[in-house]
């Protein structure tokens, strides 16, 4: 799967003596595979798990094991790698680092093509610990850790399980979504976005019935966490107020879970309080059961022909239009609209009604479309320009097509 955001970033890979390097193996193979240029730097001990024709083979290119090396057919034209691996990299991933390849990074120490590069390169430098337990919580390691950090180095905590050794302790490398996930937030670092704040809702409200039901739709949170996911790849700081707790969260939100309007209603005037960006792509529930019976309402002879009555929610998007007036904030509002006839017509009356910068309509009487599946069909109106009608795109693409309209505007309206 191509990530955006990945395609044609150079990464130097660079794999140390870890039993982790297996997993180093998967990572090189889905970066590339999302569109990265990653070229790999083993040190003489991670060649002793892997040989760097694996690396070679999932990344298709020149893999560097020796600072002395000049012949590397189809490698960086240059004869001084270290430098050409440097120069023009995006970002330098150390993954698995070893405590002994991270104390030689602390101190400055260039030894080998890896450390001698990680002093050339003028990238960010992102680094995934991987050892032993006691290794790890080593007041050594720990000193080395925090130096590098301190100095501007990202740091991947590693993950606590059990160890090769049997021991269990924190040491482990993450698996390969996390470290991609943590790629992305590092590369994301000078982004559109970067240093605003971004609140997303999303998934259909659950407005409870009694303990055990509830009255919902057909939201799956694909487009809302699609969006999140964007405006992460654009440098945000996302809050993502979901209903749904089933599909992956991305690596860098902070997940505010919710069930009914009402929650969604206090999440969202919490998180929007300071928030640039608001975007509802969530499915509000306009009604809720009157009452909400204490226990489970069950089959008798009185609730054989059950009435349910409903009450009207708060609208999310009026409040937060109320409380805007006053603070000013969020300063872009977003809405959606699942518009089952009259999209134009009825997606521009809730633009105007909504005091909305932005609305993307559905079609949601399109199969392919709206509710649930993998693709969206949208129109894009904003308060400033005339509607802009989008082709059959993946839910990540809308994502990311909204993400950039918002960046111009707000860089516009700054
Ligand atoms: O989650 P998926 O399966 O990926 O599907 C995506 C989606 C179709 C749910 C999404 O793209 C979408 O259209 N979300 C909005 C659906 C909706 O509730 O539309 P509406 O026309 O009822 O509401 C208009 C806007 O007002 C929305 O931004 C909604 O969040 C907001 N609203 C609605 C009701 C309410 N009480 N308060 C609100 O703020």
């Not at 090189?28 to 003489?44: N, P, R, W």
């Not at 599909?247 to 879970?257: D, F, N, W």
């Not at 005037?269 to 509802?280: F, H, P, R, W, Y």
């Not at 007036?325 to 509002?333: A, K, M, T, Y």
């Amino acid at each position: 799967m191509t990530i955006t955001l990945l395609q044609h970033k150079r990464i130097v890979l660079a794999v140390t003596g870890s039993i982790a390097v297996y997993k180093a193996v998967d990572l090189a193979s889905k970066l590339t595979q999302a569109g990265a240029v990653v070229d790999v730097i083993m040190t003489e001990s991670a060649q002793k798990f892997v040989t760097p024709l694996t690396f070679q083979s999932v990344t298709g290119r020149s893999v560097y094991t020796d600072l002395w090396q000049t012949d590397h057919a189809g490698g960086l034209p240059t004869h001084i790698a270290h430098v050409g691996l440097g120069e023009g990299a995006d970002l330098l991933a150390v993954i698995p680092a070893t405590a002994h390849t991270i104390a030689k990074l602390a101190a400055g120490m260039s030894d080998d093509l890896l450390t001698v590069t990680a002093l050339a390169a003028r990238c960010p430098l992102i680094f995934a610990p991987a050892m032993d337990g006691g290794m790890y919580q080593h007041a050594a390691t720990q000193h080395n850790l925090r130096t590098l950090v301190e100095r501007g180095a990202i740091l991947i905590e590693p993950e606590t399980g059990r160890f090769a050794s049997g021991l269990i302790g924190q040491g482990r490398l993450p698996e390969t979504p996390t470290l991609i996930g943590a790629i992305r937030r590092a590369l994301a670092r000078q982004g559109a976005l970067a240093g605003q704040k971004v609140v997303v809702t999303a998934g259909g409200t659950r407005e409870a019935i009694d303990p055990v039901r509830f009255v919902s739709n057909h939201s799956s949170g694909k487009q809302g966490y699609a969006i999140a996911q964007a405006a992460l790849d654009a440098g945000a700081e996302v809050s993502l107020i979901s209903t749904i707790q089933s599909l992956p969260v991305p690596i860098g939100a902070t997940l505010i879970p919710v069930n009914s309007a009402q929650e969604m209603l206090n999440a969202v005037l919490t998180e929007s309080a300071q928030a640039d960006i608001l975007i509802m792509a969530a499915a509000v529930a306009d009604f809720r059961p009157e009452t909400i019976a204490d226990q489970k309402i069950k089959k008798t002879d009185e609730t054989r022909g059950l009435t349910l009555n409903l009450t009207r929610n708060p609208d999310i998007l009026q409040t937060v239009k109320q409380g805007r007036e006053e603070s000013g904030f969020p300063r872009i509002v977003v809405g959606f609209a699942a518009e089952s006839e009259n999209l134009v017509a009825n997606a521009q009356s809730k633009l105007a009604r909504k005091g909305l910068d932005f609305l993307v309509g559905n079609d949601i009487s399109a199969s392919d479309a709206g509710f649930a599946v993998d693709t969206n069909r949208v129109i894009l109106l904003s308060k400033a320009g005339e509607p802009e009608t989008l082709p059959l795109m993946s839910k990540t693409e809308v994502g990311e097509y909204l993400i950039d309209r918002i960046a111009r505007y707000t860089a516009i309206d700054r």
